[in-house]
């Protein structure tokens, strides 16, 4: 790592993935001019021009890849077990700043972009004020500020609540007028404690009044879904991100239903399974029950868990070989489960374990994520005229997914982040 300060950057690695799908290509270089890319390939290809002055970066034994792409967080949770209805009830001045937290530990962890599926008032919003003032650093934030939820909805508590199209309409105006990039909808109950589970809360005319408004103002719609009920009507309506989405009836029971795969599939709607989230906590039990025993509750849920996982892995695999797009996003820190650290990996690992490829995995969590969240003309691959948001890696993560968790070095728009001793 030796060279002279300039414009350009030239990244060699023992191999580079350029999140397309294609092979990765044995001694790679990117070449990387301000915050952009400008060439990428097979090293004896890639030259910076002429008497230009580079600065060099070799990597003998590691992976080039595009920065990571987590398509849903919630950058205000704590990751302690909390449930959302108590997290609201924290001062936004206390959320802005463990967003922050969050945000800075994801982008050291190899997240260059996130979306975030929904906070507490402008919370979200007055982080991204404090990364423009360059206050703090953070991913590139693709922000739904509050989510839209219906009376006593899931999220509700996060401060909008709309009914009939009329109301759905006006909440989404407010929230472009607040600058969001996408719009949030809880299209059926969830953990929140008023909220319904198992159906869904918006009606078809009220889903498609905030899709085709949301649309018309050019953002984006994701969808929280936990029933197939509320799938299909989300679907119906235009939605172009089913958010959980696995298939279930009223009664909790899942029947798989064909036909709804495919209308997801002709429709191209993406679908964020959130495969990691009931599993980190089991996780972290496991790792309790080595110095400590478990509670009858804990050994429960843990139980539960394995006794559901198989089947719930044979549906993600019937989903992805039906032809759904499945899209990687964690859900952290919503729950147990924290941003930072590994978290984004456990969930990316996780589409492995229910039958993709580690390359389909990647593209999962790179091209595919940036396409679901309309950014697909600036991120989520290596080509020329893309952001220069790159993450770097010991290993091959193309034979073992578990090498995308040895970060060696993160660069965004160009430059390397500092990531200092804090990781
Ligand atoms: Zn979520």
């Known amino acids: 790592m030796a060279g002279r300060d300039g414009d350009f950057k030239l990244i060699r690695a023992a191999r580079l993935i350029d999140g397309s ?72 001045e206390v959320l802005t700043l463990q967003a922050a937290r969050n945000a800075r530990a994801h982008l050291y962890s190899g997240v260059t972009t996130v979306r975030d599926c929904g906070a507490k008032n402008r919370t979200t919003l007055e982080l991204r004020q404090a990364v423009q003032m360059g206050i703090t650093v953070a991913p590139r934030l693709v922000l739904a500020g509050r989510p839209i939820a219906i009376i006593g909805g899931h999220l509700s508590y996060f401060g909008i609540q709309a009914t009939g199209p009329t109301e759905c309409v006006a909440a989404v105006r407010q929230l472009v007028k607040e600058n969001v990039d996408f719009i949030k909808i809880t ?177 999962s969590a790179t091209s595919d994520a940036a396409r679901s969240c309309w950014i697909d003309d600036e991120v989520g691959s290596i080509e020329p005229g893309k952001k220069a948001d790159l993450l770097v890696v010991e290993g091959d993560p193309s034979h073992d997914i578990r090498a995308l968790t040895s970060v060696t070095d993160v660069f965004m728009d160009g430059e390397r982040v500092d990531r200092g001793n804090l990781v």
Not at 75 to 88: P, S
Not at 306 to 320: I, L, N, P, T, V
């Open 21 to 92: 799908g294609a092979p990765p290509i044995e001694r790679g270089a990117v070449l990387l001019e301000g915050g952009r890319i400008r060439a990428s390939g097979p090293e004896e290809t890639v030259a910076p021009p002429e008497g230009a002055r580079v600065k060099e970066f070799s990597y003998d034994s590691h992976t080039a890849l595009p920065g990571l792409i987590d398509s849903h967080v919630h950058l205000i949770g704590i990751g302690d077990g909390r449930a959302g209805d108590e997290l609201t009830t924290l001062p936004d």
């Open 187 to 363: 299209a059926s109950g969830g953990s929140t404690r008023t909220s319904v589970r198992g159906r869904p809360s918006f009606d078809v005319d009220e889903l498609t009044a905030i899709v085709n408004e949301a649309h018309k103002l050019g953002r984006h719609a994701a969808a929280h879904c936990t029933d197939s009920q509320s799938i299909a009507n989300a679907v119906e309506a235009g939605i172009d991100t089913v958010i959980h989405g696995r298939y279930a009836e009223p009664d909790g029971s899942h029947k798989y239903r064909p036909e709804l795969t495919e209308r997801i599939v002709e429709r191209g709607v993406f679908v964020n399974p959130t495969l990691h989230q009931a599993r980190e906590r089991v996780w972290q039990l496991e790792r309790k029950a080595e110095s400590e025993m478990l509670s009858e509750d804990e050994q429960d849920l843990i139980d539960q868990f394995y006794q559901g996982w198989e089947s719930a892995a044979a549906f993600w695999g019937r989903m992805k070989d039906e032809g759904v797009k499945l899209v990687a996003g964690s859900d952290a820190s919503w729950q147990h489960y924290k941003l930072g650290g590994t978290s984004f990996q456990d969930e990316i690992t996780a589409h492995v374990d229910i039958g993709m490829t580690p390359m389909e995995a990647i593209v």
